[in-house]
């Protein structure tokens, strides 16, 4: 069963800190800003006042968590929502699985897959997740990492130059295969010529 604990999974007492932590950490990161602009839509969304049922602000953060740094964060308000007796316990664990999914493919880093390990150790501990489900998050952001290795990224990039060098040979086999038809209905109606010209000869004759 889940157990109901006040310890904060993160060093930091309040969500509102661990926000800033979390923004801090993601400053610099991605290409183009587009990361820091991703982790501003989800701290914003977090703090946003909406007066819907608390539910619906937990799907849509779930929605549009992205990586772990983000998700050490939702972690923790989700916890705080269910020790609180805001949310049930089966749509605690809901959330918090449905998002762990999400951002096992994020580990594209040693960092990330680190903070991944510790979130997945935290929700074994806290009896969120089976043992069955700790086994293939750690599986998917395992293989999400060395997907990301350079080493990887060196051989599908030789993979795709030798998929455009066939597919280009491909086409230069259909160009000559279509002018070989082209020459082999030449050579046809050559012959055929020829077969009249004799039998015109013959008749000459």
């Known amino acids: 069963e889940m157990q109901q604990s006040n310890n904060n999974f993160f060093y930091k007492k309040h969500v509102q800190s661990s926000a800033k932590t979390t923004k801090k950490k993601m400053s610099g990161k991605g290409k183009g800003g587009q990361q820091n602009n991703n982790n501003d839509n989800f701290i914003s969304k977090l ?119 066939v597919v280009a040979l491909e086409n230069r086999v259909d160009v000559l295969e279509k002018r070989v038809d082209v020459l082999d209905s030449k050579v046809k109606t050559l012959q055929q010529v020829s077969a009249n010209i004799v039998e015109s000869l013959k008749l000459l004759q």
């Not at 049930?88 to 580990?107: A, F, P």
């Not at 997740?129 to 700790?134: A, L, T």
């Open 47 to 165: 703090f946003e006042k909406d007066n819907r049922n608390i539910n619906f602000k937990c799907e849509e953060l779930m929605s549009i968590v992205e990586d772990v740094h983000q998700m050490k964060l939702l972690y923790t308000c989700i916890n705080c929502l269910f020790n609180t007796n805001t949310i049930n316990q089966e749509d605690c664990k809901r959330y918090i699985s449905g998002s762990l999914e999400k951002v096992s493919s994020s580990t594209t880093c040693r960092e990330a897959i680190a903070v991944f390990k510790q979130l997945l150790d935290k929700a074994k501990q806290d009896g969120i997740i089976s043992d069955n489900e700790y086994y293939s998050f750690e599986s998917e952001a395992v293989v999400a990492r060395v997907g990301a290795a350079p080493f990887v990224r060196e051989i599908w990039k030789s993979i795709h130059n030798i998929q455009t060098r």
